[in-house]
């Protein structure tokens, strides 16, 4: 008998302002459990006929209408909705739905569409199955269709024939009209030693310190602190004489308590999505951490060193907070902003790197990080190009059909290695 689930990996249902996961298949039959991104909301009013609905917040923060009433909801809380009650939900954040009996068809009677997720004059869904045609209706614009019937051919192709030029050429004009429709969000799912090459990058650089020298790195966009110990564990476990100084970024309160804390938990991998220990061996695990895979405590010689700084990385201020630093590491949060503010932002992270330091920079667009540092006239350090661009599966294998999606390194191009070097030297003498 099975008595533990893991998130499907596609998802279980899409809306207009949410999309979702269902555990399971579950050994209680009359039990259902969901797991919700909400972007904007769900799509409609409802009332259920039979069914009774939990909902618990794990980030983020919205509002509840229930029978005409306002509720508004933020982490840690708990909402009961009732049968034969009608409600909705709207706002920016994840949550665990609890069903008692499953869902059936015919138990949901929709009464209106949710005006902060549908607007315009729709026909009104009668049920759940015609609640979903109308959503694929408003998103099915010729493009959206286009899209979606890409994706599905994209996937029936053999991995050898996507990795032909016409293929990957083909792929580019998709990810472009990807971007240009994205409705882009920051999300806070990570992994420790999330892209090995990288870190081992480091390591090297930081090989190159005189012994009993100072190393000042800062890690922006934080986020839960996994980045900041794998970076910790990977230099400091080869140059333990080094003074390793770390800057920790994060314009959210929330999560930077959790880096701060260095306690890592069941609900914190709830909170990201996944396991953030899947990619570490017990090895690694056992060194770096106190405690099991259940409740984990970064130990404290790896929690030595570090300040911690509720910033905004856009902030042209951020010189003054965090001061000149050897290496700079930006990864995985620029891809989230729209493109004129990504690039003004990593013109703004330059400035933070000293006189011949470096600048780590993954999870952006191709594009931007080439124009900038074409700009600033940046060194790309060609060291394990190739392997820190495939370093990360998680972002190279949702290429072309996310906006965070990373292309296949082309090495036939000009000047390739400007163009996917993901580390800098900044501001050198050369």
Avoid at 227 to 253: F, G, K, Q, W
Avoid at 323 to 330: E, H, K, N, S, T
Avoid at 377 to 385: G, M
């Amino acid at each position: 008998m099975r008595y533990t689930h893991s998130l499907p990996t596609s998802t279980s249902f899409n809306g207009e302002g949410l999309f979702g996961y269902t555990f399971g298949p579950l050994q209680q039959k009359d039990l259902e459990i969901y797991y919700i991104e909400v972007q904007k909301g769900h799509d409609t009013f409802m009332i259920s006929k039979r069914i009774t609905r939990a909902y618990y917040v794990l980030c983020g923060s919205g509002y509840f209408t229930i029978g005409d009433r306002r509720y508004d909801v933020r982490p840690g809380m708990l909402v009961e909705v009732p049968p034969k009650v009608e409600y909705s939900y709207s706002g920016k954040m994840t949550m665990v739905a609890v069903c008692k009996p499953r869902w059936f068809s015919g138990n949901d009677v929709h009464t209106k569409w949710n005006p902060d997720v549908v607007q315009g004059d729709l026909p009104l869904p009668a049920n759940a199955g015609s609640a979903k045609i109308f959503s694929k209706l408003r998103r099915g614009a010729p493009v959206n269709v286009y899209i979606r019937l890409n994706k599905w051919l994209w996937k029936s192709l053999p991995s050898k024939l996507r990795n032909t030029r016409p293929i990957v050429w083909y792929g580019t004009i998709l990810h472009r009209l990807v971007c240009r429709r994205a409705d882009r969000t920051q999300y806070t799912g990570t992994f420790f030693f999330r892209n090995r090459p990288q870190l081992e990058l480091m390591r090297r650089l930081a090989g190159q310190k005189a012994p009993g020298s100072t190393l000042n790195i800062a890690v922006l966009g934080c986020s839960i602190g996994a980045e900041i110990y794998s970076i910790l564990s990977a230099i400091r476990t080869a140059r333990p004489d080094l003074n390793v100084r770390v800057c920790a970024v994060d314009n959210s309160a929330e999560v930077l308590k959790i880096a701060k804390d260095a306690v890592y938990t069941s609900q914190i991998c709830d909170f990201v999505r996944s396991s953030i220990f899947e990619r570490m061996t017990e090895a690694e695990f056992g060194e770096m951490f106190e405690g099991d895979r259940r409740e984990a405590r970064v130990r404290s010689w790896m929690r030595e060193g570090i300040s911690w700084h509720l910033n905004d990385v856009r902030d042209p201020e951020l010189i003054r907070v965090i001061g000149p630093q050897d290496m700079v590491v930006a990864s995985n949060f620029l891809c989230h902003m729209e493109p004129l503010e990504a690039e003004n932002c990593l013109r703004n992270i330059a400035g933070t790197v000293k006189r011949e330091g470096y600048l780590f920079v993954t999870g952006v667009s191709v594009d931007i990080r080439e124009k900038v540092a074409r700009d600033l006239h940046w060194q790309p350090v060609s060291e394990l190009i190739r392997e820190i661009h495939d370093g990360d599966q998680s972002v190279r294998q949702d290429w072309p059909f996310a906006w965070w999606g990373l292309e296949p390194l082309d090495t036939k191009i000009d000047d390739w290695q400007m163009r996917y070097a993901a580390v800098f030297q900044l501001n050198s003498s050369d």
